[in-house]
C-alpha cells in the first residue's frame, strides 16, 4: 500500500525561528492534507493541498505531486504551534473514497 | 462556522461493555468517515459512508459496526469493549462532488476520547 513518510521526527525550536516539515509518499495521490494536532489532542486543518503553493500567515505549504512530496514552512515559530504536525493523502484509483492515510507525524516543541 | 460536532467527548467503559459515539457533520456536508488514534500514534481510517450508504472501509473490527442516517449524523457501535480499544475517535465530514466520493477536504470533529478499564 501507499507509504507516508514524514520528517523530522521530532524538531525542537527557539521561539521565532523558521522550520520546514517534509512529507514524502509513495504514489499518485487526489488530495493531500497538513493537520496541527494541539496538546488537547483535535486536529486543526493546516491546508488543504494536493498540488501547488498556498500562504495562511507565518504558515505555507508547497505540493509537487509529480515528485510525490510537499514542504510545511513553519516562519517566526510560536509556542503555541508547539504539538504534532500530520501529513495525510488520498491515494488515486478507482475507488476514491476519500479516506486518509496518514504518515507518523512531527512532533514540534518550540521553546520560549 | 460550523464545525463537526462529536459526542460524547469523553467515555469510560469497562470491557465488555458497550459504546455508542455520534457524529454530526457539517451541514451539506454528504461523505462522514471514522477514524482511530491510538496513544501515540497516527489516526487509522476505519469507515466511511456517502450519501448514507457504506463507501469504504478499513481495518475495522467485526465487533464495530457504524451507519449514517438520513439526517447525515453517524454512529459508531463498538460491542465486547477491549483494553486496546481505548483511544482518540475522531469523525470527519466533506461535501464530495455528486456520484464522487472524496477528494475534497476533510473537516474534523473534535473527537471522543474512550478510555477501557
Known amino acids: 500500500g501507499i507509504q507516508v513518510e514524514q520528517s523530522p521526527p521530532d524538531l525542537i525550536l527557539q521561539e521565532g525561528a523558521n522550520s520546514t516539515l517534509r512529507c514524502n509518499f509513495s504514489d499518485s495521490v487526489n488530495n493531500l492534507q497538513w493537520f496541527h494536532q494541539n496538546p488537547w489532542g483535535q486536529l486543526i486543518n493546516l491546508f488543504y493541498?494536493?498540488?501547488g503553493t498556498k500562504q495562511n500567515g507565518r504558515l505555507s505549504a508547497t505540493t509537487v505531486a509529480t515528485e510525490r512530496y510537499s514542504l510545511l514552512y513553519i516562519s517566526s515559530s510560536q509556542t503555541t504551534d508547539s504539538g504534532v504536525y500530520f501529513c495525510?493523502?488520498?491515494?488515486?484509483?478507482?475507488?476514491?473514497?476519500?479516506?486518509?492515510?496518514f504518515g507518523q507525524g512531527t512532533t514540534l516543541q518550540v521553546k520560549p | 462556522a460550523a464545525g463537526v460536532i462529536q459526542s460524547p467527548r469523553h467515555l469510560i467503559k469497562e470491557k465488555r461493555e458497550t459504546a455508542t459515539l455520534k457524529c454530526y457533520p457539517i451541514p451539506r456536508h454528504d461523505t462522514v468517515y471514522w477514524y482511530q488514534q491510538g496513544p501515540g500514534q497516527d489516526p487509522q481510517f476505519l469507515i466511511s459512508?456517502?450519501?448514507?450508504?457504506?463507501?469504504d472501509k478499513g481495518s475495522i473490527p467485526d465487533r464495530f459496526s457504524a451507519q449514517q442516517f438520513s439526517d447525515y449524523h453517524s454512529e459508531l457501535n463498538m460491542s465486547s469493549l477491549e483494553l486496546g480499544d481505548s483511544a482518540l475517535y475522531f469523525c470527519a465530514s466533506s461535501f464530495s462532488p455528486p456520484g464522487l466520493a472524496g477528494s475534497y477536504e476533510q473537516y474534523f470533529g473534535p473527537g471522543t476520547r474512550l478510555t477501557v478499564t
Open positions: 493541498i494536493p498540488s
Open positions: 495525510a493523502v488520498e491515494i488515486s484509483g478507482s475507488s476514491n473514497t476519500g479516506k486518509l492515510i
Open positions: 459512508f456517502y450519501e448514507k450508504m457504506q463507501s
